[in-house]
């Protein structure tokens, strides 16, 4: 799959090595142009590619449109302990997924897992979102 990144700091880069890890191409975009990237790009290899803001937007897993299904994650976890790998001390560390849309939320739970870390199911949006956000009771806990 396209994955495109609204962004290209440190957790869509993060996100972006696992992603081509698993086969999926990866469309970053950001403010300042390629130039900063180059590194990133360097790293991540041909399944990465600098794109405008617009047409990471339209990536299939990024609609911003009316109708999007929209899942949040990866949003409670610092991401030094991110990159620190899935499994911490024999355990596996846990990423929470909040979302409305049952399918989409299927698809991200998926991704998250064969990256080696393990979900819990927040509920919806609204609700579980708050939970995983920074300031929430979540938010910056290495679980
Ligand atoms: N870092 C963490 O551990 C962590 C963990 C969980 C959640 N979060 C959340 O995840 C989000 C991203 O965090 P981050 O640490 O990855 O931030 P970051 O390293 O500062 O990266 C932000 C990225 O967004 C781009 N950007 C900002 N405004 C833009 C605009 N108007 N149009 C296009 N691109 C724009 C920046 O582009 P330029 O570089 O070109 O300016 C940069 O690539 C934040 O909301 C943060 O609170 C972070």
Do not use: W
Request: hydrophobic content about 45%; aromatic content about 6%.
């Amino acid at each position: 799959m396209k994955i495109g990144m609204l962004g290209a700091g440190s957790v869509a880069l993060s996100v972006a090595r696992h992603a081509i890890e698993q086969g999926h191409e990866v469309l970053l975009s950001n403010r300042s142009g390629t130039s900063k990237l180059a590194d990133a790009l360097l790293e991540l290899g041909p399944r990465a590619s600098v794109v405008t803001f617009a047409e990471a937007a339209a990536a299939p897993v990024a609609e911003l449109a009316r109708g999007a299904r929209v899942v949040k994650a990866f949003n409670n976890i610092i991401m030094t302990n991110f990159n620190a790998g899935p499994v911490r001390d024999q355990a596996r560390r846990v990423l929470f997924v909040s979302g409305d849309d049952s399918d989409a939320k299927a698809f991200v739970t998926e991704f998250i897992n064969k990256m080696g870390f393990r979900t819990i199911d927040l509920g919806g949006l609204k609700e579980g979102g708050k939970m995983q956000q920074a300031g929430g009771p979540l938010g910056g806990h290495d679980f």
